[in-house]
C-alpha cells in the first residue's frame, strides 16, 4: 500500500491498492466508500477515461463501478450531481457526423411510410414491398442513431460529486498474458481495509504468482517463435540446397 498525504485540509490519507479484473467485477463491502458508515448498499456510476493508441489517437471511453455508499452520502451525492435531461442527452448525438445518415434514412423511412398508407387496402405484395422499404430505411436510422449515441455518450456523463470522488480508480499497462489490473485511490482506511480483505486473491503483487505464471507464459511463447523462425530460415535454405543438388 503506498499512501499519498492529502493537500487540501485535515482530509484523510489517501490509499493506493492494485487490484486485476474489472471494476465491475470487485467484491464489495457493506461500508460506505466515503465515511466508512455501515448498512451502505452500491451506487453505479461512470467517469470519462481518455485512451491513447499506439499511434498517438486518442479517444474517451465511459467506464463504470459499484461503490457502496450509505443513506446520507447517497443523498448528499444527488444533491450534488448534475445530470442532463433526456432531450439534452439526445441533442448530444447531433456532435456525430453520423446524425447525418441517421435524419437521412429515417425522413425516407417517414417518406415512404406516408406513401405508404395510401396502399393499405391493395394486394399483400404491394404492401409488403412499401413495407419492406420502411423497415430498410428505419433500420439504417436506428442503427446510425445507435451508433451516433456511443461517440458522444462521454458528453453525457455526470462530473464526479463529492462523494463519488472518494473512490477512483484508473487502468494500468499490464504485460502481455497478465491480464487488466487497475490501481484504485481509496479515501476511507476502513474501507481500503474492507476492499482489501475481500478482495485478496485479486491483489497485484510484481513478484506474485499471476506475476510469474505470465512471465513462463510469455518465456513459452518467445521459445515458440524462436524455434518456428528457425525452422522457416533452416527450411528455406534446405530447399534452396536440394535445388543445387538435384
Keep these: 500500500m503506498s ?23 470487485l467484491r464489495l463491502p457493506g461500508i460506505c466508500a466515503y465515511c466508512g458508515a455501515h448498512g451502505a448498499a452500491p451506487l453505479y456510476w461512470e467517469k470519462v477515461v481518455l485512451v491513447t493508441d499506439s499511434e498517438g489517437s486518442a479517444s474517451r471511453l465511459v467506464e463504470g463501478i459499484r461503490a457502496p455508499f450509505c443513506p446520507r452520502c447517497r443523498a448528499t451525492h444527488e444533491r450534488e450531481v448534475k445530470r442532463m435531461s433526456p432531450f439534452l442527452n439526445l441533442l448530444q448525438c447531433f456532435r456525430s457526423e453520423v446524425m447525418i445518415g441517421a435524419v437521412l434514412t429515417g425522413g425516407a423511412a417517414l417518406f415512404f411510410g406516408w406513401k405508404l398508407l395510401p396502399v393499405l387496402n391493395d394486394d399483400v405484395w404491394s404492401v409488403a414491398a412499401w413495407v419492406a422499404l420502411v423497415a430498410f430505411f428505419g433500420l439504417i436510422a436506428l442503427g446510425c442513431l445507435l451508433a451516433a449515441w456511443r461517440a458522444t455518450r462521454w458528453r453525457t456523463v455526470p462530473a464526479l460529486t463529492s462523494i463519488t470522488s472518494s473512490l477512483q480508480w484508473r487502468e494500468e499497462t499490464a504485460g502481455l498474458f497478465e491480464g487488466d489490473r487497475y490501481r484504485y485511490t481509496i479515501r476511507h482506511p476502513a474501507f481500503y481495509d474492507a476492499l482489501l480483505a475481500l478482495n485478496q486473491d485479486r491483489v497485484w503483487k510484481p513478484a506474485g504468482t499471476r506475476a510469474r505464471r505470465a512471465a513462463v507464459w510469455r518465456k513459452g511463447l518467445y521459445i515458440a517463435l524462436g524455434i518456428a523462425a528457425v525452422l522457416v530460415i533452416f527450411w528455406e535454405y534446405f530447399v534452396e540446397f536440394l535445388r543445387h543438388e538435384w
Design 3 to 25: 499512501v499519498i498525504p492529502a493537500r487540501d485540509g485535515p482530509q484523510p490519507v489517501i490509499s493506493e491498492l492494485v487490484l486485476t479484473g474489472p471494476p465491475l467485477r
